[in-house]
């Protein structure tokens, strides 16, 4: 099985929420242990996920997400989701129910994706369009355009948009 | 009893955890080498024979103990 070619999946991440950012770091992450090649593309509030100095904030928002838990029995009205502080106890629901059930940080996932070897690629039309500069993004990634990506998607098995 | 090299604990992880952990320790050894790795995770029961079938190694065995599930990997590659 060594002489095949490796399998191969393309990642586009679009999102920068805490529940949005897991797909694409876990499945880039366990793909490279699987060893398949793996390339992920962030873009637009994908790139918060890259960002050295946001991903270890990443938030979920309870507006307008009607699979948001409510407390016990009590289901919150949405509008309640707009008022300040809730996006904040949110997001620390969250990280309270992936810790408890021993689910990876968004760093340790990402770091499992840097030693996996996945290409990580910041696209460089939304740094300029959002301000984002080189140097607020992780060391590991490279910067590049459509084309980039394209070049490794062209031969990918598995592409997804996330 | 299955003999085995070494033995990799993932209990309380979730996935991609164990799997991530089992591709590390497996990296480590020698080919012919086997692994024992105890998750608690119930999703590993499928996703550690995948993992194995997708990288071409060998599921020896796998077991539950205590709530606990049990494999052996050999290292063929």
Same mark, same amino acid.
């Given at each position: ?8 999946? @393309?990642?586009?991440?679009?999102? $920068?929420? *805490? ?11 366990? @793909?490279?242990? *699987? ?7 962030? &873009? ?27 407390? $016990? ?11 300040? $502080? ?15 059930? $021993? ?11 840097? *030693? ?5 690629? @910041? ?17 590991? *990634? ?5 084309? &980039?990506?394209?070049?490794? @998607?062209?031969?990918?098995?598995? &592409?997804?948009?996330? | ?10 209990? #309380? ?39 194995? +079938?997708?990288? #071409? ?17 050999? +290292?063929?590659?």
């Amino acid at each position: 099985m060594s002489e095949e070619k490796p399998k191969r999946m @393309a990642i586009i991440a679009g999102k $920068g929420g *805490l529940d949005e950012a897991y797909p694409p770091l876990i499945l880039g992450s366990t @793909a490279s242990a *699987l060893d398949f090649e793996v390339a992920i593309f962030f &873009t637009f509030y994908g790139l918060d996920i890259v960002n050295k100095k946001k991903l270890k904030k990443l938030k979920v928002a309870p507006l307008a997400n009607p699979a948001m838990p409510g407390i $016990g029995p009590i289901q919150i009205p949405n509008f309640i989701g707009g008022l300040p $502080g809730m996006t904040f106890m949110a997001t620390k629901m969250m990280k309270s129910w992936m810790n408890n059930a $021993g689910v990876a940080t968004i760093p340790d996932l990402l770091e499992a994706c840097i *030693l996996g070897d996945v290409q990580l690629i @910041a696209c460089q039309m939304t740094m300029d369009v959002m301000g984002i500069k080189r140097e607020d993004l992780i060391d590991e *990634l490279e910067v590049g355009g459509a084309a &980039t990506f394209l070049e490794f @998607a062209k031969d990918a098995d598995i &592409t997804m948009y996330m | 009893m299955t003999e085995y090299t070494e033995v990799l604990d993932t209990s #309380g992880l979730s996935c991609p955890l164990p799997i991530l952990k089992s591709k590390k320790a497996l990296k480590a050894m020698n080919i012919g080498d086997i692994l024992k790795i105890i998750s608690t995770d119930a999703g590993s029961e499928k996703d550690i024979a995948s993992w194995c +079938r997708v990288t #071409g190694q060998e599921l020896m065995n796998s077991d539950k103990e205590d709530g606990k599930y049990i494999y052996f990997v050999k +290292r063929l590659k």
